[in-house]
């Protein structure tokens, strides 16, 4: 079994009332951010999704936990550890906290079925929880305008058959300087991260094609990291992907760091989008500069 759930931060920021709103979306393709309020963060958002998804599993039941956060509740103890504490995690729970960021959905989903299918463990969630906009101040344009807080899980179990035909990494720690947190401040240098991505993700889409032995009209489904309308329309264009099998809901939700490609994958399992025997190609990026990805399909 497979499935995911999401939830956004508590207050929703309808940016059309903003100055210059068509100046941005023209780029973004944003016209909606999600803030967490006075009294959420990473944790109580993880809390949100955690109470949706003991409605179909038994938590008391789960052996792995990847807990994803560029911006923890905890660090000293990791806030995994206060999850498992609050909802009865067993103790033998294989937990792992990742800060990668917007590639860190593919290092774990990849990860962790590579535990199921070696047998270590019969199930795993990833929890994504990111609240970007508390490092955000109104007057920061590169940002203010893009990033939404929301958390996501993926849950799946050795009942989820997954034939994984590509992975591919990078990181380029020389681009650390282009999207930092300073003094509890977020920078981001557009432009550079733009043409970082616009280089290296079709790079390592063409390496994901190359180990897989498949061609670019054998992809069903493409989820690309939801950066920005300019990023997608970008690699669309330059890969020669039809809009159809490129999936993505930047309009209402924006960019939600860690989480864009879990809930996208969470409303197509929901709708029942994702056809086993299909080519799915995921790839996040960003933060580090970092890049992971892979295709894979359900069998």
Do not use: W
Not at 7 to 32: A, W, Y
Not at 164 to 169: H, N, S
Not at 275 to 296: A, E, P, R, T
């Amino acid at each position: 079994m497979i499935f995911g759930e999401y939830v956004l931060g508590n207050i929703k920021l309808k940016l059309e009332k903003r100055k210059n709103f068509e100046k941005f979306f023209s780029s973004t393709g944003i016209k909606t951010v999600y803030k967490s309020n006075i009294n959420e963060n990473t944790y109580s958002l993880s809390k949100k999704v955690l109470n949706k998804v003991k409605k179909k599993v038994k938590l008391s039941k789960i052996e792995s936990l990847f807990f994803i956060s560029q911006s923890p509740y905890s660090t000293i103890p990791p806030t995994s550890s206060l999850l498992h504490r609050d909802y009865n995690f067993p103790m033998k729970c294989f937990t792992l906290d990742l800060i990668q960021g917007c590639s860190s959905f593919p290092y774990a989903f990849f990860l962790a079925n590579r535990y199921l299918n070696e047998k270590i463990f019969k199930n795993c969630l990833i929890l994504s929880s990111e609240t970007y906009r508390d490092y955000i101040v109104k007057k920061n344009r590169s940002c203010d305008p893009i990033f939404s807080d929301a958390a996501s899980a993926i849950y799946i179990d050795n009942k989820t058959k997954i034939d994984v035909l590509a992975e591919t990494y990078l990181t380029d720690g020389m681009g650390s300087k282009n999207l930092i947190k300073t003094k509890n401040k977020l920078f981001m240098n557009g432009p550079a991260i733009f043409f970082f991505t616009k280089k290296h993700v079709p790079l390592a889409v063409n390496d994901l094609l190359q180990k897989s032995k498949l061609n670019i009209s054998e992809i069903d489904y493409f989820y690309f990291h939801q950066a920005s309308k300019l990023v997608i329309d970008n690699l669309k264009s330059i890969l020669k992907i039809p809009d159809s099998k490129v999936h993505y809901n930047l309009e209402n939700i924006g960019n939600t760091v860690s989480s864009t490609i879990p809930i996208m994958m969470a409303n197509d399992l929901k709708n029942k989008k994702v056809k086993k025997n299909k080519n799915i190609l995921i790839i996040g990026f960003g933060v580090g500069y970092s890049l992971s990805g892979g295709i894979f399909k359900f069998v």
